[in-house]
């Protein structure tokens, strides 16, 4: 991993024209103003983020994902996460939080969000967003309860759409050419590392939108394909038993042999048997 210098490790505010920061017990929280048509060059964050777009626009480029931050825009981007942004014609006015990751007794259940990158347009979340920036000017003794009782809502509906989009929704692209991936590599056993690298995203991403999505992870879903395949090749041609294992990739005859009699009950060689002779 790149040293933090190597990485640009910068605040969130870096760049903008108008900032300020509040803290409380489990966020900090930046409202920062953009102007227009800045170019903030590739850096990360020591913290992962969730930010509101309250006005104006981001682009903001993300590995090989280019992420539209419109007006209303909910998104995320994961701790040292290298990452670009260009403000819009309209410049840019963010809200971004921050929560504390020393604070796992919290923020657990919201780690998958924070740990990937997210993008929910439309999320109806100005109107808390401006109760936050409401309390942040109040500051009195019960503005930062307020505030993490208000943060803690917004990221909580944030998570759940995005886990309800990834199980009921069409995919994204790049978790299409995941799968596509796996398939095309099954039998040379792929990592997860191997197949994040592919479609250039973090691999805890990869693996929790690939479970929710298709029901199981990446290593179940390979072995699966593995296993069809090899059964088929039982059923349509006479090649050796072993080589056949081999080709699938199973360590050797035995490990196919095992997985055949725990799946269905047979060794390959009655399975082809009883494949040939009928359903």
């Known amino acids: 991993m790149k040293s933090p210098s190597?990485?640009?490790v910068v605040h969130v505010s870096h760049g903008?024209?108008?900032?300020?920061t509040y803290h409380t017990p489990l966020f900090h929280i930046t409202e920062a103003r953009f102007a227009p048509g800045a170019v903030l060059e590739p850096h990360t964050h020591p913290r992962p983020i969730c930010a509101i777009m309250l006005a104006g626009s981001?682009?903001?480029?993300?590995g090989q994902r280019s992420v539209d931050c419109a007006r209303g825009t909910v998104w995320t981007e994961p701790c040292e996460e290298r990452h670009r942004n260009h403000t819009g014609d309209a410049g840019a006015h963010v809200l971004v939080v921050?929560?504390?990751?020393?604070?796992?007794?919290?923020?657990?259940?919201?780690?998958?969000?924070?740990e990937g990158v997210h993008e929910i347009p439309r999320s109806g979340m100005i109107g808390p967003a401006r109760n936050v920036l409401h309390?942040?000017?109040?500051?009195?003794?019960?503005?930062?309860?307020?505030?993490?009782?208000l943060l803690l809502g917004m990221l909580a509906k944030a998570a759940r759409v995005?886990?309800?989009?990834?199980?009921?929704?069409?995919?994204?692209?790049?978790?299409?050419?995941?799968?596509?991936?796996?398939?095309?590599?099954?039998?040379?056993?792929p990592r997860l590392d191997d197949v994040a690298r592919a479609v250039a995203i973090r691999p805890g991403?990869?693996?929790?939108?690939?479970?929710?999505?298709?029901?199981?992870?990446?290593?179940?879903?390979?072995?699966?394909?593995?296993?069809?395949?090899?059964v088929d090749r039982l059923r349509r041609t006479d090649d050796a038993i072993a080589g056949i294992a081999a080709s699938a990739g199973y360590s050797d005859q035995?490990?196919?042999?095992?997985?055949?009699a725990a799946r269905l009950g047979a060794s390959p060689g009655r399975l082809r048997q009883s494949l040939r002779a009928g359903p």
């Open 162 to 189: 995005t886990v309800r989009r990834e199980r009921n929704g069409m995919p994204p692209a790049w978790l299409k050419a995941a799968r596509d991936f796996v398939h095309a590599e099954f039998r040379r056993s």
């Open 98 to 114: 921050q929560p504390d990751p020393h604070r796992a007794d919290v923020i657990e259940p919201l780690q998958p969000f924070l």
């Open 16 to 20: 903008a024209e108008w900032s300020r």
């Open 254 to 260: 035995s490990h196919f042999t095992r997985e055949c």
């Open 205 to 230: 991403e990869l693996a929790v939108a690939f479970r929710n999505h298709y029901g199981r992870s990446i290593g179940a879903y390979a072995r699966d394909l593995r296993f069809d395949w090899a």
């Open 6 to 8: 190597a990485q640009r």
């Open 135 to 149: 309390e942040m000017n109040a500051a009195d003794a019960l503005a930062a309860l307020s505030i993490e009782g």
């Open 58 to 62: 981001f682009d903001t480029r993300i």
